[in-house]
């Protein structure tokens, strides 16, 4: 009975990899049509019946040119950094909190605590192979970038552990059947989904890619597949994220249809903000950290740690 259950969750967990991969493939082209109509112009529609097949023919581009490295980049870790980054990005989705099927367990906010903690390292290392200043800039960037809004996340997730009193993502769904934690907590909702931009490295806080001063920063020298392997799991990360702010903030029903529509609200809102807001400065998406969003979260987290010590 135990290898029957190991057989199924393993193959509910590989349906699931290639539902996920595919929802990226048409997330990017929801984002370049909405681009196209924020600019005043037509996104791709010429592939197929308006354009819906155009995210097979990019990956079918991407994955048949010939792969290229820097004959001084450290191959070993040039070649690994776009494997482990997706690999990552795709352990994350083990935390969906389904009823049956999944692995779930009670400490899955520090799961997600972890994994996104290490995907900053292949960005830095994926920028120090390389060999190439403008990428070793961009792995910099990213790397202090992310430290710095690491620490409001978590001190936010650590609000809302003492608010629902575990690290389970069922916790969230449980909690929320009569009034959803955005009511509750409005301003954590935006400082958390402001994070949420500058973890996954999107516009305005895309640093660590500024093609105007580092062309195309960490990920310059990659190409053909290295380049779609970073490509999805940066839009993977992008879903989650969606995701886990619907979970925690939106109710977290997942049996519902108006779940998903919500997660793909949250995914319509960075695209919007790509196409409207400019880059920051990055001395200001420091100051931003540091000086604001911090002092936020720990006022919220003490007043929380209050509330559960009174209550």
């Known amino acids: 009975m135990m290898g029957n259950e190991i057989y199924m969750c393993v193959l509910v967990m590989l349906v699931?990899?290639?539902?996920?991969?595919?929802?990226?493939?048409?997330?990017?082209?929801?984002?370049?049509?909405?681009?196209?109509?924020?600019?005043?112009?037509?996104?791709?529609?010429?592939?197929?019946?308006?354009?819906?097949?155009?995210p097979i023919s990019d990956a079918v581009k991407l994955f048949c040119k010939e792969h290229m490295n820097p004959s001084n980049s450290n191959y070993l870790l040039y070649y690994m950094c776009p494997i482990v980054s997706l690999f990552l990005s795709l352990m994350l989705w083990i935390l969906m909190p389904y009823e049956e099927g999944l692995i779930t367990f009670n400490l899955g906010l520090f799961f997600f605590m972890v994994c996104t903690s290490m995907g900053v390292y292949t960005v830095m290392l994926g920028g120090w192979s390389s060999n190439s200043n403008y990428a070793l800039m961009g792995g910099l960037r990213a790397v202090a970038q992310t430290i710095?809004?690491?620490?409001?996340?978590?001190?936010?997730?650590?609000?809302?552990?003492?608010?629902?009193?575990?690290?389970?993502?069922?916790?969230?769904?449980?909690?929320?059947?009569?009034?959803?934690?955005?009511?509750?907590?409005?301003p954590l909702c935006n400082v958390w989904f402001t994070s949420c931009l500058a973890e996954t490295n999107r516009s305005p806080f895309d640093f660590a890619e500024g093609e105007?001063?580092?062309?195309?920063?960490?990920?310059?020298?990659?190409?053909?597949?290295?380049?779609?392997?970073?490509?999805?799991?940066?839009?993977?990360?992008?879903?989650?994220?969606?995701?886990?702010?619907?979970?925690?903030?939106?109710?977290?029903?997942m049996h519902s249809l108006m779940f998903y529509l919500k997660v793909v609200f949250i995914g319509f809102l960075f695209i919007w903000i790509r196409g409207t807001l400019p880059r920051y400065r990055y001395d200001k998406l420091m100051y931003l950290a540091w000086?604001?969003?911090?002092?936020?979260?720990?006022?919220?987290?003490?007043?929380?740690?209050?509330?559960?010590?009174?209550?």
């Open 16 to 54: 699931l990899m290639i539902f996920i991969l595919i929802s990226v493939a048409f997330f990017t082209l929801l984002e370049r049509s909405v681009l196209g109509y924020i600019h005043l112009r037509k996104g791709p529609n010429k592939v197929s019946y308006v354009g819906i097949l155009q």
């Open 148 to 186: 710095s809004y690491e620490v409001s996340l978590m001190l936010i997730m650590l609000s809302f552990v003492f608010l629902v009193k575990g690290y389970s993502l069922f916790n969230f769904m449980y909690y929320q059947l009569n009034i959803w934690l955005m009511f509750l907590c409005f």
């Open 212 to 253: 105007s001063e580092l062309v195309s920063g960490f990920n310059v020298e990659y190409g053909g597949g290295g380049f779609a392997l970073i490509f999805l799991s940066e839009y993977s990360s992008i879903l989650f994220m969606s995701v886990l702010m619907t979970i925690i903030f939106l109710g977290s029903n």
């Open 291 to 311: 000086s604001s969003f911090l002092p936020l979260s720990l006022n919220f987290l003490l007043f929380y740690m209050g509330m559960l010590i009174i209550f």
